[in-house]
């Protein structure tokens, strides 16, 4: 079971799959409470969306981490659509946390020779989606992030404004950058 975790936590996403991937605040830091910050992640999937680089099934944005299913097109010029993503919103935290929390912004602080904060775990999962049953387990896994009782975010799945799960239940898109995921499964 090790060599299969190391494997998914190190695997490349290939363009033209669809993806479930997690990303994960360094140290488990719950930067994501606060809602400007959350933003910050949907102005992301919006821009690289907007662009025809990714498309996105499903998501959600929780206290210290999000989920994604979502589908990779091209590159973001010499990036990959992910580390586009993930630098993008880092820049934004650490601009965010210097102007309004610089105590905060000490606690990802890092000693490496290219850069002095990091906000992201290394290695995010990726697992690629192949089955129709397993791309629908992914989606209600997300959706039911924020009404487990270890988060309680919300009593009603679609009531959690940072997910798709309200694009899912009642057909409204609130979010203009997702695409329905049994369109593709």
């Known amino acids: 079971m090790e060599d299969f975790n190391k494997h998914i936590r190190k695997s490349h996403i290939n363009i033209g799959d669809i993806y479930f991937f997690t990303a994960t605040i360094n140290s488990w830091h719950k930067l994501l409470l606060d809602d400007t910050y959350k933003q910050i992640i949907i102005v992301s999937l919006t821009y690289l969306s907007y662009k025809e680089i990714i498309s996105v099934y499903g998501f959600v944005i929780m206290p210290n981490h999000i989920h994604l299913i979502w589908q990779i097109h ?4 010499k990036e990959t659509a992910q580390g586009s993503f993930l630098k993008y919103t880092a820049h934004k935290f650490k601009e965010m946390l210097l102007q309004n ?3 905060m912004l000490q606690k990802f602080a890092v000693n490496a020779h ?7 775990q290394r290695d995010s999962l990726a697992f690629k989606l192949m089955k129709r049953e397993t791309a629908i387990q992914k989606l209600e896994y997300i959706h039911n992030n924020p009404v487990a009782k270890k988060w309680s975010l919300s009593k009603i799945r679609e009531d959690y404004y940072y997910s ?3 694009f899912y239940e009642t057909n409204i898109p609130n979010f203009e950058f997702l695409k ?3 369109e593709v499964f």
């Open 74 to 77: 091209k590159l973001n010029g």
């Open 101 to 103: 929390n610089p105590v």
């Open 114 to 120: 290219n850069k002095k904060y990091e906000f992201w």
């Open 164 to 166: 798709s799960a309200k």
């Open 180 to 182: 329905h995921l049994l």
